[in-house]
């Protein structure tokens, strides 16, 4: 089981923080993702961590804002998001799949977390 959340309103340039928090002991076993839906769209891969880490894969609208990592001791994947502009405005969510790779297709991905609201105001 998945949870997002520490999304928020915030003015274009600032950062925010989210948290996808799991259950269970198998966390470790899986890759997570983060995915963006803005309002009226389809969901979009955002970024992906690899089970121990140490590879990342990001969209290119999003490199060199936003970090994600992984903390397997605590059960929790972050998105740092820096430099945030309003496009980046909508529901986040996180999702974990069994894949050894950092997949950027929300059809790899088991199960899936709530979303939680940005909103990136200009």
């Known amino acids: 089981q998945l949870q997002a959340y520490g999304g928020g309103l915030v003015q274009a340039g600032g950062s925010l923080r989210l948290f996808c928090a799991a259950s269970g002991r198998t966390f470790s076993r899986y890759t997570v993702g983060w995915f963006h839906q803005a309002p009226g769209k389809e969901r979009e891969f955002v970024a992906a961590i690899s089970r121990s880490g140490g590879i990342t894969q990001y969209a290119d609208s999003v490199k060199d804002r936003f970090t994600i990592t992984r903390d397997n001791a605590k059960i929790t994947v972050y998105l740092q998001m820096n430099s945030l502009k309003p496009e980046d405005t909508g529901a986040y969510y996180c999702?974990?799949?069994?894949?050894?790779?950092?997949?950027?297709?929300?059809?790899?991905?088991?199960?899936w977390g709530q979303g939680t609201q940005v909103t990136v105001s200009s």
């Open positions: 999702a974990a799949s069994p894949s050894w790779g950092t997949p950027n297709d929300e059809y790899e991905y088991d199960y």
